[in-house]
């Protein structure tokens, strides 16, 4: 399809091709068909992709890594998006109203009426010995996942390292045993998930090493050996531990130096300042996706939180916004939910911690149940933790772990915190009940019944 607009069309610039950037551009396509001409610049060579779908390619449960993508480069172009792959934006100025794109041939200024700042996060890299050895690998862009597969295809790994006890960790530990390697997953913390409190987090460490992990906790890396460019170990206060292949699972920060460097407010988190359209510091200027600061709606403080939900609905928001029609993006609870085989972990607004700093006084209920009725085949345990507010009730977060049919039960307590429920409503709540899904109390009633029990008894 060739483009239909005039040299005067108003001009779209979006820096970064996946969740959040690409779902700017087809909302402000949609909106604006015939006057608006859209530029998107990615740096890689994949626009459009599920990253959370990586540790699934790389354990076999995703066929290739086309699977991942929704949409190609050239499905965008016959929509009118100038998709331009492999360059990357090195600067932008507000004054000239242009970015700089290093491209594979050259480097040259693009003008925009309109700018898209989607650059997503920077994945953290520990600043150790060795750490650019052949056989580390990160876990951020498709091309990452199929370095990773590559590796394993040429050179049959025994032994892994994961690096990290976080979402990506577990998820990459997975991917590891279900390949059939040795697994040892070290962490700096005392836990794995930090996430999650303490004697939930527990529960993920008994499952992790049921699994036969070799869990190393209160263990910072310090460094690695390498034997002809490729690793071979992973240094540890508590010693080496051998490794054929080093999967870094460390987290990651927003990528909002780009921004910052161009006088764009960046926030005490370390993100772009943006308002509840997804309008920054800069007139004409959006961002959206892992870049951004976001507002935590219980804590009600900034936060930094890197999910592909968020990035998406930021995106869309964003588009609409530039298109000409209204949208919002509120704010977020941080649910999030992740699994190691039989294992599901999910966990929604704050934390015991979480709570306390944010100036909360609190009280939690745990309990235990099973994902569907006691005599029906397939029945498993699942743990329930409720974390509320001592004076009112009201929830504040919520924790499970579980197998399966487990972790999606988060929804129906991100529902709840969301519409500021407390625990005495809660236990009205009209769930669904059919022995092959669920007791005729569902583990999150339960919870919810106990918590409320509890707090008339905290009552003065």
């Known amino acids: 399809m060739s483009s239909t607009f005039a040299g005067s069309a108003e001009r779209l610039v979006v820096i970064g091709g996946d969740a959040a950037g690409m779902s700017a551009a087809s909302q402000a396509r949609r909106r604006r068909p015939d006057d608006l001409r859209i530029v998107a610049f990615e740096k890689g060579q994949h626009v459009s992709y599920s990253a959370c779908g990586i540790p699934y390619l790389v354990a076999g449960d995703v066929g290739t890594s086309d699977d991942l993508v929704a949409r190609t480069p050239e499905a965008f172009r016959r929509l009118d998006i100038d998709v331009r792959l492999g360059s990357e934006v090195v600067a932008i100025s507000l004054d000239e109203r242009t970015v700089t794109v290093r491209a594979p041939d050259r480097t040259y200024d693009e003008p925009f009426d309109q700018l ?23 876990v951020q862009t498709l091309e990452d996942g199929i ?24 998820e990459m530990a997975e991917a590891m045993i279900r390949r059939g390697l040795e697994v040892a997953l070290i962490d700096a913390a005392d836990q794995p998930m930090r996430t999650l409190d303490p004697d939930m987090a527990s529960l993920v460490a008994d499952a992790l090493r049921g699994l036969g992990v070799d869990l190393r906790l209160s263990c910072p890396l310090e460094g690695f050996d390498v034997s002809g460019g490729r690793v071979t170990g992973v240094r540890t206060a508590e010693g080496t531990l051998p490794a054929d292949i080093v999967i870094l699972g460390l987290g990651t920060r927003p990528n909002s130096a780009l921004a910052a460097d161009a006088g764009i407010t960046v926030g005490a988190t370390g993100g772009i300042t943006v308002d509840r359209r997804l309008r920054t510091s800069a007139d004409g200027v959006w961002a959206a996706g892992d870049c951004v600061e976001v507002f935590h709606l219980i804590s009600q403080r900034p936060a930094a939180v890197a999910l592909g939900t968020h990035a998406n609905k930021q995106g869309r928001a964003a588009g609409i916004n530039i298109g000409g029609g209204y949208a919002t993006f509120p704010g977020v609870l941080g649910t999030a939910v992740s699994k190691i085989c039989a294992y599901e972990v999910a966990r929604t607004g704050l934390s015991t911690t979480e709570a306390a700093t944010a100036g909360f006084a609190t009280f939690a209920t745990v309990t235990e149940s099973t994902t569907r009725a006691g005599y029906y085949p397939g029945a498993v345990p699942i743990t329930t933790k409720i974390i509320a507010e001592r004076t009112t009730g009201r929830l504040l977060g919520a924790q499970i772990v579980g197998q399966e049919g487990a972790a999606k039960r988060i929804d129906a307590l991100a529902v709840a915190l969301w519409h500021g429920m407390t625990v005495e409503e809660m236990t009205g709540l009209d769930l669904s009940y059919a022995p092959p899904f669920a007791p005729v109390w569902d583990p999150v009633l339960i919870t919810a019944r106990k918590a409320a029990e509890k707090l008339a008894t905290l009552k003065p």
């Open 116 to 138: 898209v700042i989607a650059t997503g996060g920077v994945p953290a890299r520990p600043d150790v010995p060795g750490a650019d050895a052949a056989g580390i690998h990160g």
């Open 147 to 170: 370095r990773i597969l590559s590796f394993l295809e040429r050179h049959h790994p025994r032994r892994a390292v994961v690096v990290g006890a976080g979402y990506i960790g577990l």
